[in-house]
Each structure stands twice: as C-alpha cells, then as structure tokens.
C-alpha cells in the first residue's frame, strides 16, 4: 500500500522537497530566479542577499526550502556551504549571529568546521572571540561561497543593537563570500530606512496571496499528490471551483490555509464547506468574508501542533554523503490543532466538516 | 584550491548585493580621475546613500594602476581607536605579504620574542594593549618604507569605507575627545607620509559628525587638505546601457528595449542601484513598456509601506533646516515644478511677500546643494540633485 505524501503545515522544511515542487503554485518564476540568483552566488562574484516577505503562512519557508533542494546539485556542492539557521534560535550579538553560523556548519560539514573551534572560544573575551571565530569560519570555507539561510530577519533585527548591526554589515562587506536567503514577516525599518545601516541591502520580493484559481491549482495538486481522484475531478467543475470561490473570500489567499483544509477535504466537504460560506445556512457573512482577520493570523507560534525537533540535522539538508532528513509523520495536524489554528472558523468546527477526507 | 570558471555573458539585476568589479559600469572616467587626484593627494568622497561609492571603491581595489598598492576596509564594525589601529596594520601586513619587506617597526614594537596576540587588539608581550597611536604612527612608517623600497613613484591607497561609522562609533564607546584624536592623528599621518593616500567615504556624510564634535570643542578640520569628490549618478549613457542590459539579463520582455532602457534609467535618475532595484522588480509575465515602468515606479515609490524611503528627505528637514523648514518646502516645490530656476526666479517664487531676505535665500539654497537636494547647473540654475526625488517630491506633495 502506498503510504500519502507527508504534507507539514506549519513547518514544510520537513516535508519531502519532491512533494512541495509538486504542490508549487503561482511562485514558480520567483523560485526559478532566486535560485539563479544564488548560483550566481556561488559560481561568481557577485553575491545576492535575497529576503521574502509575506505574513504567517504565506509559502516563505516552503519557498526557501525550494531553493535550497535546487541548490543541492553536483556541480554547486564543491563551491558553496549551507548554513541554515534554526529560526528559534535568537543572536543578541554578532559574536551570536557567528556562532549560529559555524555551529550549523558544523552539523552538518563536521570535516570541515570542526565543532572544537567554538569550544576554543571559552574563555576569550566577546571581541577576542569574534575576531578569532571569524577568521576560522573565513579560513575553513576556503574559496567557496557561503549561502545563509536565515529565517524571521525581522526578529533577528530587533534584537541585534545598531551597534552589532554594524559589524554584522562590515563583516559581510569585507569578505564578500557571503549570498544570504532571508524572511520576514513584514517589511521592517532595519531594511527599508534610510538611516539604518542594513538600508536597501537586501533584494527584497513580496509573496503575493494565492488567486482563487492558484488556490484551486494547490488544492488540486494536493490531491493529485494524495491520490484524491474524486476531488481532483470536483475540483474541474463549475460548483467545485465555486466552491474554492467561497473559501477563498475568507482564506485570503493564504496558501497554509489551504494546506490545511486538504487534510480533510473530500468532495462532499468541500461541497459542503463552500455551501455554507455562500450563505446556505451559514453563519452572516461579515463574520467571514473580507475583513474579518485573516485565517493565516489565528494560528500563533505557540500553537504550531509540535516543537521542532532537535537541530541536528536540519530538515532538507543533504549531507556531504548525499542523505536527505527529514522528518516523520509524528507532526502531522490533527483536526483538533486544525481546530485551534482556525478559531475564526466556527461554521466549519460546528459542523463537523474538518474531518479527514 | 578549487577554480571555478563561470561564463556569465549577461548582467542580473542585484539591488544591494555585492556586484563583482567586473560587473560595476559606468564609472571609469571617474576612477581614472580619481587615481590622477591621488598622485597628489588623498580624496574625501561624499554623496547620497545608495549612490556607489562603495562600488567604486572596489573597482579601484580590484584593479590599481600599475604603481599602487591597495587596502580596502569596511571600518563601520569598529568601535575603539585600538580596534581601528590593529585593523590598520592587519591590512598593512596582508597587502604587503608578496613582498619581502615585513613591517620591521612594528615588529620592534611588539618584540621578536612572541607575546604578539592578535584577536581583534595588538598586545605587547607583556600582555597590555598596544597604544594605539604608536601602532598606528609604526605602521605608516613601515608602509612608507616599503613603497620606497618599491622604487619611485610606488604608493599606497587606504580606501576606508564607513568613516563616519567609526568616529561616531569610537564616540560614543570611548569619548568625544578620542575621536578627535584619530581625526588628527591621520590629518598628521597624512602629512608625513608622502607614499600613502586615503580614500574615504561612508554611508553618513563626514560632515555631520564633526558637527557633533566642534560641539564638543573640536577645532580640527581634518579634510582641508583631501580633494573632496561626489560621483553623482551615472552619465545618461552609461545608466541607459546598464538598464538595458538588466532588462536583458533579467528576462524581461520589451517591445522597444531603447525606449524602456531610456524610461527606467532617466525615471530613478541613473542611479545604478535604483537601476537595479526597478528591474528587478518589473514583472517577467508582462511586456514592459515606458508607461508601465512609470507607473510601477510611482507605486513603489508612493505606497504606505516601501522601502524606497524617500520620505527621509521630507521628513529630515525640519532638524536639518529648523526655522527654515517652510522656507525650504517652498523652494523644493518651487524647483519640483519648475526647474531649472534661476535665482531671480526663485525669489519671484519663494518671496512673493518680500519678506525674505536674499541672503538667507542663497544660504539655504546653498545648504540645500549640500544636503543634495538640489545641484546648481553650469548656467547657474538650481534644479534637484536626483530626478527621482524630484519625482517623488511632486506626487507626494500633489504638485502638478
């Protein structure tokens, strides 16, 4: 028996990269391009600092992951080294930041940023120790490019002083071996004022909202992917796309809602989902409909239906002998934490119809 | 060592990344000037943020006449004279490493025998930091004698990005007074050492922090003797042919390159980095035309959230200009609309009351070329410095 594709919601870098190419919508240009742009990276001089931005749920980290499996080919591997920072993970310093960055090389190139330079740190004071990791991260990379994947910016911005901003930029300037994948939840000052020392560094790209008929090309392509043959063929007809219709007017364009909805759609929910946002026995609509708050905002962090799991290694990564991690099934939602992340969705919780297809 | 070799036959647009210097146009009349300058004395070079001197100086670095040797440093991460002084010498000692010449001074300083630490501060072999004047005083002595071991006509270029950075860093970590001594201490250097120039420049003009510090009693006046050089945006030519290669190199589809290239250039002021940014941001999924490169600019510059920011120059002049904040708001409108304006015009615009004084009227005009709001024309006409500020300045003020 063919088991499903594993589909994370809250978290795609822990879902197969093959699986997330098929489910792509709307972003390929976008995925196509930054990839291109961080070959570039690695193959010449010059050095591209990309940061996406879009709200909760909007495809940043499944777009990331997308670039970085892209990456992942014989002829980038000799000339470049991923260090993909843990997005819990907060530097109050560029000492921090540095140490983020050689421990996540460490992981996962224990041969080449061997995890005894940080442990040589102990003891030096915070200037000496910038100074002397920052010389073995150059001297261990070699003349390869370096590609940091670093996710929330925009937090890492509002606990990093001007002051260790600074260094973060000089650093970055001096030894231009950097290309950096960013993402943020909102455009922030730390990038898009003139008076701040990141200004205008970034090659900043905005994740537009899914168009109904992007909404209704993800759902179908995750029930391609699911083997969904009914809703797959629903979803062609004129009441289907309705259907995605209605659902759209209140998801917004947030491609994490749809992932979530097709956890438990079939083609008799979906009918009925859809019914009930027009109005057939539903609730008003100004509950649902264009400004209410957005689906993507009822699921805070602190409800994601588990904590990631141990930083080693990283989802996605492939390591110098060529395996993939990822993770297991164990993070699958259920529709009890569907049910917590979709608290503005009483018609469908009332009524029974999140329940899995 | 591994090699890569990478035929790249088409520029991409990378707004705010680190262009390779093969890859930075535009600006070789304007180095070639620069390298004439500094035969005979160090260069001071101040503009907009965003406007390439970073770019330029890594065009010089990566490629000196013959005769030069270069040291390209990034000095904004640096918060104390002894931090500047071991970077100094590090970059001394790096530039300086093909040659058999080592830096016999500093070496007596520090002493054959070891004790020598460097982690981000020179020690003495007794294990206290090194002043930082005599390190610094040692290194140039040590530079000047290798470029005359060199042979005549051999120099030396510090090309020092973010100056203003560091003295305002070294301010506030240590005190006003330091800062000031580093000011001298390479206004002096710079006399003694005919061998050595500087190159500095830095995101913040220089002039506001020695603002800051004549407040605070400095009388110094540390770029008397630097050529001061502003590049400005690239000439018409030179950014219509970057535009157009980006387009290009980006993939988006034009039905007439030249009018698009001559549109998206002349519209951001042939600016490269703006350059950049609009093609980067035109959509490939449509065909460019002059009209939809001006609209998409109009709403990036104009939308709530943009990180263009070009409110900065609306919003700076009221602590720039203080009691002549309106003053000035009428002037710039009165330039937005209809430049190029003569004094005379300017003052049948701005004065219509008469209650202006003309003299004032030409001391904010000049405060405002130096602020690089407005430049003045070979004809003695002020118009604005970038014609995308300009452009910015009618739509959000709705002037017609």
């Known amino acids: 028996m063919t088991e499903t594709p594993f589909l994370s919601h809250f978290s795609p870098q822990w879902t197969r990269p093959e699986a997330l190419e098929q489910i792509l919508v709307q972003r390929e240009s976008l995925l196509s391009d930054s990839v291109e742009k961080?070959?570039?990276?690695?193959?010449?001089?010059?050095?591209?600092?990309?940061?996406?931005?879009?709200?909760?749920?909007?495809?940043?980290?499944?777009?990331?992951?997308?670039?970085?499996?892209?990456?992942?080919?014989?002829?980038?591997?000799?000339?470049?080294?991923?260090?993909?920072?843990?997005?819990?993970?907060?530097?109050?310093?560029?000492?921090?930041?540095?140490?983020?960055?050689?421990?996540s090389l460490s992981e996962r190139y224990p041969d080449d940023f061997p995890a005894s330079t940080i442990r040589a740190l102990a003891g030096l004071d915070p200037l000496a120790a910038e100074d002397k990791l920052g010389q073995s991260l150059l001297r261990d990379l070699g003349n390869l490019?370096?590609?940091v994947l670093m996710e929330n910016l925009d937090s890492l911005?509002?606990?990093?002083?001007?002051?260790?901003?600074l260094r973060w930029r000089a650093f970055v300037q001096n030894h231009p071996v950097f290309a950096t994948i960013g993402t943020a939840q909102a455009l922030f000052a730390g990038v898009s004022e003139r008076t701040e020392p990141f200004f205008g560094f970034f090659d900043t790209r905005h994740l537009e909202p899914l168009s109904v008929e992007d909404a209704r090309l993800l759902l179908k392509n995750i029930a391609r992917l699911q083997g969904k043959t009914e809703l797959l063929e629903f979803l062609e007809t004129p009441t289907g796309k309705a259907r995605v219709a209605a659902i759209h007017d209140l998801a917004g364009g947030n491609p994490r809602l749809y992932l979530i909805f097709s956890e438990f759609l079939n083609r008799t929910s979906l009918n009925e989902l859809g019914a009930s946002l027009r109005g057939n026995g539903g609730p008003p609509t100004d509950q649902l409909?264009?400004?209410?708050?957005?689906?993507?905002?009822?699921?805070?962090?602190?409800?994601?239906?588990?904590?990631?799991?141990?930083?080693?290694?990283?989802?996605?990564?492939?390591?110098?002998?060529?395996?993939?991690?990822?993770?297991?099934?164990?993070?699958?939602?259920?529709?009890?934490?569907?049910?917590?992340?979709?608290?503005?969705?009483?018609?469908?919780?009332?009524r029974g119809l999140l329940r899995t297809g | 060592m591994r090699h890569v070799k990478y035929h790249h036959t088409q520029m991409s647009s990378n707004p705010g990344g680190q262009l390779a210097p093969n890859q930075i146009v535009g600006r070789d009349d304007l180095i070639a000037n620069m390298w004439s300058v500094l035969e005979g004395r160090s260069i001071y070079m101040n503009d907009l943020r965003r406007i390439g001197k970073t770019q330029i100086m890594v065009k010089m670095h990566s490629s000196p006449p013959s005769d030069w040797l270069t040291a390209k440093c990034d000095l904004g991460g640096i918060h104390t004279a002894a931090e500047f002084a071991t970077q100094t010498y590090r970059l001394s000692a790096t530039a300086l490493s093909d040659t058999q010449r080592v830096l016999r001074s500093m070496n007596r300083l520090l002493g054959q025998a070891g004790g020598l630490e460097i982690a981000g501060l020179i020690k003495l072999p007794d294990g206290t930091p090194a002043p930082w004047k005599e390190v610094l005083r040692r290194t140039f002595d040590d530079v000047e004698a290798a470029m005359r071991d060199r042979g005549s006509g051999h120099r030396m270029l510090f090309l020092w990005d973010e100056v203003p950075f560091l003295l305002s860093n070294i301010s506030h970590r240590e005190s006003p007074e330091v800062a000031m001594q580093v000011l001298d201490m390479l206004r002096a250097l710079g006399q003694d050492h005919d061998r050595i120039r500087l190159l500095l420049t830095g995101s913040i003009g220089l002039h506001h922090v020695l603002t800051g510090l004549k407040a605070q009693g400095y009388n110094g006046s540390p770029l008397n003797r630097m050529d001061h050089v502003q590049p400005g945006p690239l000439t018409p030519k030179h950014g219509v042919?970057?535009?157009?290669?980006?387009?290009?190199?980006?993939?988006?589809?034009?039905?007439?390159?030249?009018?698009?290239?001559?549109?998206?250039?002349?519209?951001?002021?042939?600016?490269?980095?703006?350059?950049?940014?609009?093609?980067?941001?035109?959509?490939?999924?449509?065909?460019?035309?002059?009209?939809?490169?001006?609209?998409l600019l109009d709403r990036e510059i104009t939308a709530d959230t943009n990180d263009w920011d070009l409110q900065h120059y609306r919003d700076r002049l009221?602590?720039?200009?203080?009691?002549?904040?309106?003053?000035?708001?009428?002037?710039?409108?009165?330039v937005a609309v209809n430049e190029p304006l003569d004094f005379q015009a300017m003052v049948r615009e701005v004065n219509l009351s008469g209650a202006v004084d003309d003299e004032r009227?030409?001391?904010?005009?000049?405060?405002?070329?130096?602020?690089?709001?407005?430049?003045?024309?070979?004809e003695n006409q002020y118009r604005f410095y970038l014609s995308l500020i300009r452009r910015w300045w009618r739509l959000s003020r709705n002037l017609s």
Do not use: M
């Open chain 2, 361 to 378: 009227l030409r001391a904010l005009l000049k405060l405002l070329c130096q602020d690089h709001y407005l430049t003045r024309t070979s």
């Open chain 1, 157 to 165: 911005f509002r606990t990093l002083p001007e002051s260790e901003l």
């Open chain 2, 318 to 334: 009221r602590p720039y200009y203080g009691p002549d904040e309106k003053l000035a708001l009428g002037v710039l409108d009165a």
């Open chain 1, 145 to 147: 490019t370096l590609v």
């Open chain 1, 289 to 350: 409909l264009p400004g209410a708050p957005p689906l993507a905002h009822a699921a805070p962090a602190g409800n994601r239906p588990t904590a990631l799991p141990p930083r080693t290694p990283h989802p996605g990564e492939t390591d110098r002998r060529g395996t993939v991690h990822h993770a297991g099934h164990h993070q699958r939602t259920t529709p009890a934490t569907a049910g917590h992340a979709l608290p503005a969705f009483p018609v469908a919780r009332s």
């Open chain 1, 38 to 103: 961080i070959r570039e990276s690695i193959v010449t001089g010059n050095k591209h600092h990309l940061l996406f931005i879009g709200s909760r749920g909007a495809g940043k980290t499944h777009l990331i992951t997308l670039i970085h499996h892209r990456l992942q080919q014989a002829d980038l591997l000799d000339r470049a080294r991923f260090a993909w920072l843990n997005e819990d993970e907060i530097a109050t310093s560029f000492l921090k930041l540095l140490v983020l960055i050689y421990r």
């Open chain 2, 241 to 295: 042919e970057l535009a157009r290669t980006l387009l290009q190199g980006d993939g988006i589809r034009c039905d007439d390159w030249d009018q698009c290239a001559t549109e998206l250039a002349s519209a951001v002021g042939h600016v490269p980095f703006y350059i950049h940014r609009l093609v980067s941001r035109l959509p490939k999924a449509d065909t460019a035309t002059p009209k939809t490169i001006q609209d």
